[in-house]
């Protein structure tokens, strides 16, 4: 897609925004709701890696979000590691478990692909609801460090170090995603999305690039894991390793648009106030309503665009950069009649 | 040293015989056309050689090193490019993107990748279309995007499977004069293809297929004198009319 004169203004006032948002907005409810619609942009931007550019549809990623809340918050419950080195360990862990994954599924096409990555999740959920070293079905607390400082990575007197930690997290997912798609990489990966077989004429290792993709969406799923675990402090196998998560990743992606950069940022940026808002207003007497209104969404998108938000707007700038040539040949033939 | 060679290649699917004790050589340079009726085993050959199979049996040598039972991507790499018998374009991306896709095998940055693939779509043709989504092609289009994107892998030996076949007459000729400067670019061609018309004019030597044997490897003009190969593929009206020449 080409650049258009107010793309790189609004971009910049968008950067601004979303920096200034702590000091504009003081309300500890739009300062949470923002920091999830952050979280899930970035969350969606690490399924797409997997999910939208090689077109492998998962729905296992809570895998590696568990794994990374996992593994950063029992080196510093039980050796006092920084979480901050915790979240590099932890999204080795989910390199490594996204290559054991990943090399026997990726001989799956399509659905069963999908379907495996079900099975993963549920058995990842399993293991952790019964492996006692680190808390079994109960779960870990972590204990409250005082003093809000960078380095422990707690915040307790205002939630604004959190706002900037996940959204440096956003920069990095974006500016990764800006690099792929124009990469090797990238292309290779868009090639297997939409054909595999002619991919490999061409001498593209299928399985490797796939694998690739899946350690580049694991490790940025872990990172996050390990922000969620710190932001909570608490965590359990059915709040992290949960279905729920996997789906949720790849409904921000694909409402917003699979395979591109601004898609699984506008997925967030809408489902996530949506949920949110229902969970408060209708959570008391209907419960579980937000799930219904996904189930809508997917039934919605699916029929009428499979290309989510972003290939509605795609579709509305192409007319409109029609219409504008229409007038300029009708100028000119008038010009010419006159 | 041929560039290509196959001895006694045999794919066997359960109960059927794709191809039986298949030997040829390819010599560098050649343009040879394969032939054969429906069902002969010309595109398990090709699928065999490429990768795409494992052969049941037998040897896969390029270049004097044997591939058999290699990978695509792999046997790609070593300089083996292919179209397919019905067009495999990358729908959703631009012509030059398709066209990058093959080029970044030799040229891993993007803007070098581009280069080569500009200059592969000025070649075949393609560079007004460059930014139209391959979905968007005709399918004669679609084919040269195919050549296009096969050669951008630099390949020295090159299989096209059925190039032609759906083209009008002025749309073959271009193909063949495509297929002629290939050539002369020293790329080895070996095209299946069903238009006699194209083929004979075209190869330096024709191989013919049938019920997955090698029935014949001969020029032109003597495979279409040769009475095995009349009587399996071109039939009574193709003497006839050899005939009345």
Redesign the interface.
């Known amino acids: 897609m080409r650049t258009s004169r107010w793309q790189i203004p609004a971009l910049l006032a968008l950067i601004l925004f979303l920096i200034a948002f702590p000091y504009l907005f003081t309300q500890p409810f739009l300062q949470r709701t923002m920091i999830l619609i952050i979280m899930w942009s970035v969350l969606g931007l690490a399924w797409n890696f997997l999910g939208g550019y090689a077109g492998q549809v998962s729905f296992g990623h809570a895998i590696f979000f568990g794994l990374g809340a996992y593994t950063s918050t029992y080196l510093f419950t039980e050796y006092g590691i920084s979480p901050w080195l915790g979240m590099i360990a932890g999204a080795v862990v989910a390199v490594i478990v996204s290559a054991i994954i990943g090399w026997p599924s990726f001989r799956l096409a399509g659905h069963y692909f999908a379907i495996a990555t079900i099975a993963a999740g549920e058995i990842f959920a399993i293991i952790f609801r019964n492996w006692k070293t680190v808390g079994g079905a109960v779960g870990i607390y972590i204990p409250i460090v005082r003093g809000d400082k960078l380095i422990d990575f707690q915040f307790h007197d205002s939630k604004i170090g959190y706002y900037y930690i996940i959204l440096a997290m956003l920069g990095l997912a974006a500016l990764t995603t800006y690099a792929l798609e124009?990469?090797?990489i990238g292309?290779?990966l868009?090639?297997i999305r939409?054909?595999p077989?002619?991919?490999?004429?061409?001498?593209?290792?299928?399985t490797l690039y796939k694998m690739y993709a899946m350690a580049l969406s694991a490790a940025f799923t872990a990172i996050v894991g390990t922000f969620y675990a710190q932001f909570v402090l608490y965590i359990s196998p059915n709040t992290v390793f949960a279905l729920n998560i996997s789906i949720q990743m790849a409904l921000v992606a694909i409402l917003g648009g699979t395979g591109t950069l601004a898609g699984p940022i506008i997925g967030a940026a809408v489902l996530i106030p949506m949920a949110e808002y229902t969970r408060v207003y209708l959570g008391g007497r209907a419960g579980g309503l937000h799930l219904v209104v996904y189930g809508l969404l997917i039934m919605i998108i699916s029929v009428y665009q499979p290309g989510g938000l972003m290939a509605i707007y795609k579709q509305w700038r192409q007319k409109e950069t029609a219409r504008k040539m229409q007038q300029v040949t009708d100028a000119a033939a008038a010009g010419k009649e006159g | 040293m041929a560039l290509l060679e196959l001895k006694g290649v045999t794919k066997q699917f359960g109960g059927l015989m794709a191809n039986y004790d298949v030997t040829l050589s390819v010599e560098e340079g050649e343009i040879v056309g394969l032939i054969g009726p429906n069902g002969a085993g010309k595109t398990t050959l090709f699928n065999c050689i490429t990768g795409y199979y494992k052969p049941t049996s037998g040897v896969v040598r390029f270049q004097g090193r044997e591939i058999t039972g290699w990978s695509p991507d792999r046997v790609c790499k070593t300089g083996i490019a292919r179209t397919f018998q019905i067009v495999r374009v990358l729908k959703e991306m631009t012509v030059l993107e398709n066209v990058m896709v093959g080029a970044f095998l030799r040229h891993p940055q993007a803007k070098d990748a581009r280069r080569k693939a500009l200059e592969i779509l000025e070649f075949t043709g393609l560079a007004p279309r460059q930014d139209q989504l391959a979905r968007n092609l005709t399918i004669a289009n679609k084919k040269r995007l195919e050549l296009a994107r096969a050669l951008a892998t630099e390949p020295r030996l090159l299989f096209l499977d059925e190039a032609m076949a759906g083209l009008n007459p002025s749309e073959t000729n271009d193909a063949v004069t495509m297929v002629r400067k290939l050539s002369e670019q020293q790329i080895t061609i070996v095209l299946v293809e069903h238009v006699m018309k194209v083929i004979m004019p075209l190869a330096h030597r024709v191989v013919v297929l049938d019920s997955g044997q090698l029935i014949a490897d001969d020029t032109p003009e003597r495979i279409a004198t040769n009475e095995r190969v009349i009587e399996a593929y071109l039939g009574e009206k193709y003497r006839a009319a050899s005939r009345s020449h």
Request: aromatic share 10%.
């Open positions: 124009r990469n090797r292309y290779y868009k090639a939409e054909d077989d002619a991919a490999r004429s061409l001498g593209i290792n299928v």
